[in-house]
């Protein structure tokens, strides 16, 4: 009998079809959608994306962090200091920007990672409450007020006239067509990128970190050096999105920037609703959102309050989160970690007496 170890499943590889022909939809959807539905998808896909930081950094980590605020801020902050100070063309100060993240992140994980549980949550929202004051001060971007990017420099972007040229659309409605595509690509690279990494040893050694430090520690497995590459990976790419979500704004503060609400109360709310620790769920809890949101916007203190209770809700009925309790109960799994060994039919040779 040969075996063999896998992590694919039948739901899995129905899914990689699937998920293919999704892709090639999603990228043509500017072909053929308004420019309203584009902006509605470049929202799922940036919140999706830093849902996927958070719950890496979050549910496979076990480092419950309120700051992430702090590299949104810091990335966004970032792109305008480089499009206005640096003259650098927005689309490549993007990528760029995450640098900024990671040069806040050292110091941030310096500090944090000598508390821990709540008091690692707490101290990470604290340190991105000072970065958002020291950020204020910045007077030549608007200091508390903020600024806005040049128009020159918006319109100018790299790829604006090949997509004006190409859909036939103007300035404005190809900025948001070139931002939604470079949303899709952060978003696919950053699910895969996670998946890849869950599916090696660093992330066995991930898994192993979260759920016993000391369990970890006794079986070889470098507790410190993981915390620090989830801790910087997180970062790096809450930075970046935060950079895109800026610049498709084009307008800044540092309230906006740095807001606990917007950049960490919903990612957290998506994670958990969806299923934390699992890539399946900020996908089903960023479309929940965005329908709640597109629903409730209008309804001031009773959209929050709503959120609120219908996350309480989902944590008292499926703790592991909706996408969790459908696991649970059908086995089913779109991005599958576990190995399994399977075994093959006997060999001629393995039957030959």
């Not at 900024?100 to 929202?125: D, E, H, K, Q, S």
């Not at 909706?322 to 039957?351: A, C, V, Y």
Request: no cysteine; aromatic share 12%; hydrophobic share 55%.
């Amino acid at each position: 009998m040969t075996y063999f170890v896998t992590t694919q499943t039948p739901a899995s590889r129905i899914a990689t079809v699937a998920g293919g022909i999704l892709i090639l939809l999603l990228f043509a959807l500017p072909f053929f959608a308004g420019r309203g539905t584009i902006r509605d998808m470049f929202f799922i896909l940036t919140m999706l994306t830093l849902a996927q930081f958070w719950n890496l950094l979050a549910g496979y980590g076990g480092l419950v962090s309120v700051g992430q605020q702090a590299f949104v801020g810091a990335g966004a902050y970032a792109l305008f200091a480089l499009v206005i100070l640096g003259g650098l063309d927005p689309v490549l100060a993007v990528p760029l920007a995450g640098g900024a993240a990671l040069a806040v992140a050292v110091p941030t994980a310096f500090f944090a990672f000598r508390l821990n549980g709540a008091y690692f949550a707490i101290g990470t929202w604290v340190i991105a409450e000072v970065v958002r004051l020291i950020v204020a001060q910045w007077k030549s971007l608007g200091g508390g007020t903020g600024t806005s990017l040049p128009r020159d420099a918006t319109r100018d972007m790299w790829f604006v006239e090949l997509i004006e040229a190409s859909l036939g659309v103007r300035s404005a409605a190809a900025r948001d067509i070139l931002a939604y595509w470079i949303s899709l690509v952060l978003a696919l690279a950053t699910i895969g990128g996670i998946y890849w990494l869950l599916r090696t040893r660093r992330g066995l050694a991930l898994a192993a970190v979260r759920d016993n430090v000391d369990a970890a520690r006794s079986v070889g497995v470098d507790a410190a050096r993981m915390k620090w590459i989830v801790f910087l990976t997180s970062a790096f790419g809450t930075g970046v999105t935060g950079a895109l979500i800026y610049l498709q704004k084009a307008r800044i503060s540092p309230d906006a920037a740095f807001s606990v609400t917007d950049w960490t109360a919903y990612v957290i709310f998506i994670v958990v609703i969806g299923g934390i620790g699992t890539i399946e769920g900020p996908i089903i809890g960023v479309l929940i959102f965005f329908a709640l949101q597109s629903l409730l916007a209008d309804y001031g203190s009773w959209y929050l309050m709503t959120l609120g209770v219908l996350a309480i809700i989902v944590m008292l009925v499926a703790p592991r989160g909706l996408w969790g309790l459908l696991s649970e109960k059908t086995g089913l799994h779109l991005f599958p970690i576990r190995r399994r060994l399977q075994g093959g039919q006997l060999n001629r040779s393995e039957d030959t007496p």
